[in-house]
């Protein structure tokens, strides 16, 4: 089983520029959730998708958009990118209606802003 | 709404020594709590929760947590530390227990003395 599995690692964008991340659920598990992590924070709540819909909303910017496809997998978009944006952003998959019983959190993608 | 408060951001414990982890929480619901462990360059993986089965909570590796509605704390332990112990410590809370919508405390770093 391979988990949960998040797409670059790493990433280094400018300002104002526009990036896609990209999340695979756990087998199984239908639900994504994304969270940022910034140096020295907690992880942050952004969305959640089940259904290919956004299901819940974090106090993020509409800046911050995200995607689910029918195999479950998900996309975060993030368009003009500010210094602050640089993050750690974690993806996590959960079975809906069992979510914080099953919640799995991926190794993250790390978001350099220059 | 829910928070957390994570009392001091860096605790350093002797090899063999009791590590006592605080964490209080704000709700005006019942809460639900959970403790979470970060090791460099890695997800989170969830060490205990709590969801009003039982006050005390055991969970992987030894940790354990005690819920005191009282004292609005769920302050982690374990009885003796391993220099594996060593990591991010997050505390959450969520408002019920299918919401993926966690929020968390700002982390612990326990460094571990040989």
């Known amino acids: 089983d391979a988990g949960v599995t998040q797409s670059p690692t790493h990433l280094i964008k400018t300002r104002g520029q526009q990036v896609t991340l990209r999340c695979s659920p756990k087998s199984g598990h239908d639900t994504v959730s994304w969270y940022q992590q910034a140096l020295g924070q907690g992880p942050q709540f952004i969305f959640q998708y089940y259904e290919e819909e956004e299901r819940q909303r974090g106090n993020f910017p509409d800046r911050f958009s995200g995607h689910q496809f029918p195999n479950y997998s998900s996309e975060l978009n993030v368009n003009a990118l500010l210094l602050g944006d640089s993050a750690l952003y974690l993806c996590?998959?959960?079975?809906?209606?069992?979510?914080?019983?099953?919640?799995?959190f991926g190794s993250g993608t790390q978001l350099s802003v220059l | 709404a829910q928070s957390v408060t994570q009392l001091g951001s860096h605790v350093s414990v002797s090899e063999g020594a009791l590590v006592l982890l605080r964490c209080n929480y704000s709700s005006s619901v019942p809460p639900y709590l959970f403790w979470y462990v970060q090791y460099p360059n890695q997800g989170l993986q969830l060490l205990l929760k709590y969801t009003s089965a039982a006050t005390l909570v055991k969970g992987i590796n030894d940790f354990e947590a005690e819920f005191k509605k009282s004292e609005t704390s769920f302050h982690l332990t374990k009885p003796s530390a391993h220099m594996s112990d060593a990591a991010e410590y997050f505390c959450?809370?969520?408002?019920?227990?299918?919401?993926?919508?966690?929020?968390f405390g700002t982390g612990t770093r326990l460094t571990i003395i040989p």
């Open positions: 996590a998959s959960s079975i809906q209606g069992f979510s914080n019983e099953k919640l799995f």
């Open positions: 959450a809370v969520s408002d019920n227990f299918g919401n993926e919508k966690l929020t």
